[in-house]
């Protein structure tokens, strides 16, 4: 079973990297690279602010925008092609193929993330000609990027399972904007009555929390961030990624490929 | 030449010579509108929207709208401006964006509060922008000093400088003469000690060039500023004694038994005026002083930062 998921993982980000995916990291580069010559330039005193906010926005916008339209594809590809009728054909269950799906797209993000951490630190380098302890917890941002990328595969993939590539991308990318208010929404249930206030609780909470992972702002300005928020943002994550999965292979299951 | 060769060729030279032609002609437009990209607008002008807006990127966003401060503020202070309309509201977002952005308040206070040419002359948004900083960064000594500063530079509300200046001190690992310096602002205010005491910690304090240079020009114009009082009460005092002013600077220096012809910071010796007045040989060199400038002389702008 391992095998087979790994394999398909692996076959995933083979596809990936065959798509031109890793593309992107150009587009970053160069981006990091003219912010952290030009902003000496035209600002004041915040170079080394600018290369850590631009650097880990960019990083994460660049992967949600990969999770979502390499993620909305994962399914419907394989079903236009008809290849998913060969690997369904031999030996793999549904709900492997899913689970490949999501390991082979989060471990192309991993990869992603991890040359564009190598540029913040060199553009980092560059400003500042050294590094101080605080910039470790740039790593922790990155950690928390990860952690959203997760979120977003599998809910990519879910939409994925029984949607098409468009619609897929709009739920999904609708479903990021949502997650960025998501304490917001909070809020608002917070200040409703009756019915409305468990609707709108429920709501809060069924939508992914995005905003708990971004602690973007707080690093640049070297704020710690706590051990618990690290430890809960994990497990909120994992539980998160492995409902949507569960998701996914329950609709999976029981679509009818014919 | 194949076809496929030709083909190229041909769309290359397009794609290079349109590209060309079309900066060339958006280069003329500009031309035609030369404040355009400068334009006082502010499309969003609420900080919460914007930061609603920003997806949790308000990172980013802050330091976004900071640059667009500057910018705005160096172009309209290069053009020697009379309204800054846009910079107090700038400087709101970016606050309200990353309420820890430190800069954002030293700087900005400064761009705000001087009398223009050298700043938007906002003191009240100001003391706002500060007061805004010093609640979120309650522990940062330096916001107490700027505001301190803008009470005492710009609206010379002495009690409140000593006021902040006070508060200041208590802060943990406050500098120890924000105390001197509140205590000399609550009983010398006014005098030339206090200004080249706060001027003279500001250089000491600070990294930043432009501060550094901002406090030095200051500290030069308080020298001429006292020399030319001094040198006045002397014209002063020989008028009373002889009935009639000074022939020549050299008559003055004898009378007074100066060790010499005075001077100013760069070594010029001070003119004296057949009207009696003393002044600087080369007032453009010290844009901040407010004594010994011929009549009507306007100061060139110059950059005017206090923090230090």
């Known amino acids: 079973m391992r095998t087979r998921i790994a394999y398909i993982a692996s076959n995933t980000f083979r596809e990936a990297v065959r798509d031109r995916v890793l593309y992107n990291l150009i587009a970053f580069a160069l981006l990091l690279s003219g912010a952290a010559i030009l902003v000496g330039q035209i600002s004041i005193e915040i170079e080394k602010l600018v290369v850590i906010n631009l650097g880990l926005t960019a990083v994460s916008l660049f992967g949600v925008v990969i999770a979502i339209f390499i993620g909305i594809g994962l399914v419907s590809k394989e079903i236009e092609k008809r290849t998913l ?20 797209l989060a471990g192309t993000l991993v990869v992603n993330t991890f040359f564009m951490a190598i540029g913040v630190f060199a553009a980092l380098f560059y400003i500042s000609h050294k590094f101080v302890p605080a910039d470790a917890l740039i790593l922790v941002a990155l950690y928390f990027i990860v952690l959203e990328f997760l979120i977003i595969c599998s809910l990519a993939l879910l939409f994925s399972s029984f949607s098409s590539p468009l619609l897929s ?15 917001d929404l909070r809020n608002f249930a917070g200040m409703a009555h009756g019915f409305t206030r468990w609707l709108a609780t429920g709501a809060a909470y069924l939508v992914p929390n995005f905003s708990a992972f971004n602690v973007i702002s707080s690093i640049a300005h070297e704020q710690p961030v706590a051990a618990q928020l690290v430890l809960q943002n994990t497990l909120y994550a994992l539980f998160y990624a492995i409902m949507a999965l569960s998701g996914a292979v329950l609709i999976f299951e029981y679509r009818d490929l014919k | 030449m194949k076809h496929r060769e030709k083909i190229s060729i041909i769309a290359g030279a397009c794609l290079v010579l349109s590209l060309a032609a079309s900066s060339f002609v958006l280069h003329r437009v500009d031309q035609l509108r030369p404040q355009a990209p400068l334009d006082e607008v ?9 930061k609603r807006a920003s997806l949790g990127y308000d990172g980013l966003m802050a330091c976004i709208y900071w640059t667009r401060a500057v910018q705005y503020f160096g172009y309209r202070h290069h053009y020697e401006a009379s309204s800054y309309n846009l910079l107090a509201p700038l400087l709101e977002i970016t606050t309200h964006l990353d309420p820890h952005l430190v800069v954002a308040y030293e700087f900005g206070s400064s761009f705000l509060a001087p009398k223009p040419p050298f700043g938007a002359g906002q003191p009240k948004s100001a003391i706002d922008l500060m007061e805004y ?20 530079t710009e609206l010379k509300d002495y009690k409140k400088a000593a006021e902040t200046f006070a508060r200041g001190s208590l802060v943990p690992n406050a500098h120890p003469f924000l105390k001197v310096i509140a205590a000399q ?31 030095f020009d200051h500290l030069r114009a308080l020298r001429v500023d006292q020399d030319v009082d001094h040198l006045q009460a002397a014209v002063t005092r020989f008028g009373e004694r002889t009935g009639r002013l000074p022939a020549s600077m050299a008559e003055l220096v004898a009378a007074e038994g100066l060790p010499g012809t005075p001077v100013d910071p760069d070594g010029h010796p001070y003119k ?23 009549p009507g002389y306007k100061p060139l702008p110059t950059f005017d930062s206090p923090q230090p």
């Open chain 1, 85 to 104: 009728y060969t690997v369904l054909s031999r030996p793999v269950r549904r709900w492997e193929f899913i689970v490949g799906k999501f390991f082979g």
């Open chain 1, 169 to 183: 991308a709009v739920f999904a990318f609708s479903l990021f904007v949502i997650g960025s208010f998501a304490e």
């Open chain 2, 42 to 50: 502010l499309f969003l002008s609420s900080p919460k929207v914007i």
């Open chain 2, 133 to 152: 900083g010093i609640q979120n960064n309650p522990d940062n000594w330096r916001l107490y000093y700027d505001l301190g500063f803008v009470y005492y």
């Open chain 2, 185 to 215: 602002m609550a009983s010398h205010a006014g005098d030339y000690e206090t200004a080249w005491t706060l001027w003279s910690e500001t250089y000491k304090n600070t990294q930043d060039k432009l501060i550094k240079q901002n406090a």
């Open chain 2, 272 to 294: 004296l005026t057949p009207e009696g007045r003393i002044e600087v040989r080369e007032p453009k060199d010290f844009p901040f002083a407010t004594k010994g400038l011929p």
